[in-house]
């Protein structure tokens, strides 16, 4: 099943790596890159996604809170939060909100995590 | 104002700082694909430009990403690698994901999400002995000598300094994980290291 996923990190290069990664495992899926909470919203708006990794500390919205906007508009889609804030509180705060707490760096176990998400 | 800080609590401060960077070389290592080594910490009261000299002679080029952090102690957090091997390491994290025509593009984005990794790593590992959430904003990268590096600091303005070395184990590249503490926070790091060491909070 080809799947939307769209992920979300003002790092171009985390973003890139994660593509390869889950292109690794699934070179059909189509991905969508954001660099900001804001343009993930743009873009979920314009094309709706079927899952999305999302990076936490960010310049203007910060991660979570995008997550909870993206989470308003497509709310049966899953949602990743995957950051090198690995504060306890941090991740306490992201799963009280539904989300799931991914731990950066980005190595093919945290890709297979986000995978798993979207039942692939 | 004098900054004092006593035997047991400098020591309970490197010990801290030394778990919280045993931390982030894990993260580093997994990041990077090898081994980190680390020296030992030394914690020092400095001024700014005093703690510029001891990261590198003026006008040595090097890289920087710095971490601000707010919270019982307010600071940064800073990663510093020589100017001369960045390359290297932004071909070591991106692998085979990122063309190589495209390695100098990201060359700043790669570092800094080192950095980015690398810095909340030991801030979560402070965090959770000191029992604080800490607030952090999105790291930011810089290039320069060693007073470049340490951004905008009045340059005789004392700081708590603590540092430590590392070196990637194959590809022998070295660089400095340092934590600039403001003074203005020397109360709250007090009261955050006696209470680790079990003393009353107000003892000083």
Redesign the interface.
């Known amino acids: 099943m080809s799947l939307r996923l769209l992920i979300v990190d003002?790092?171009?290069?985390?973003r890139?790596?994660l593509?390869?990664?889950v292109q690794q495992a699934h070179p059909d899926w189509t991905i969508v890159h954001a660099s900001s909470g804001e343009e993930a919203l743009q873009l979920a708006r314009e094309n709706p996604v079927d899952l999305v990794s999302m990076d936490f500390?960010?310049?203007g919205m910060n991660g979570l809170d995008a997550a909870l906007a993206l989470r308003q508009l497509l709310p049966r889609v899953p949602i990743a939060i995957l950051?090198?804030?690995?504060?306890?509180?941090?991740q306490e705060r992201i799963e009280e909100a539904g989300m799931v707490f991914i731990a950066?760096?980005i190595?093919a176990q945290a890709a297979q995590q986000l995978i798993a998400l979207a039942g692939a | 104002m004098p900054i004092q800080l006593d035997a047991e609590q400098i020591d309970a401060l490197s010990e801290i700082f030394n778990i919280g960077v045993g931390k982030a070389a894990a993260?580093m290592g997994?990041?990077l694909r090898d081994e980190v080594l680390l020296s030992v910490p030394h914690v020092s009261v400095f001024t700014v430009s005093e703690a510029a000299q001891q990261l590198g002679a003026q006008g040595h080029p090097m890289y920087g990403v710095r971490q601000p952090f707010r919270g019982v102690l307010n600071g940064d957090a800073l990663l510093i690698f020589p100017g001369h091997r960045s390359l290297e390491i932004?071909r070591i994290?991106?692998?085979?994901?990122?063309p190589s025509e495209?390695l100098s593009a990201?060359e700043q984005?790669?570092l800094?999400?080192v950095g980015?990794?690398m810095l909340?790593?030991c801030?979560?590992a402070l965090?959770?002995l000191l029992g604080h959430?800490?607030e952090?904003?999105?790291?930011r990268f810089g290039m320069g000598d060693s007073r470049t590096i340490l951004g905008t600091r009045i340059q005789n303005h004392l700081v708590v300094f603590l540092h430590i070395r590392f070196e990637l184990l194959s590809s022998q590249i070295e660089g400095f994980v340092v934590f600039v503490l403001n003074t203005t926070s020397l109360e709250g790091l007090r009261t955050a290291v006696n209470r680790l060491l079990g003393r009353p909070v107000d003892a000083d």
């Open positions: 003002d790092s171009r290069m985390s890139l790596i593509q390869g990664l500390n960010m310049h950051t090198a804030n690995v504060q306890n509180a941090v950066k760096p190595t | 993260a997994s990041l932004v994290v991106a692998g085979q994901n990122v495209d990201i984005d790669a800094t999400e980015n990794v909340n790593a801030i979560a965090s959770d959430e800490f952090l904003s999105p790291p």
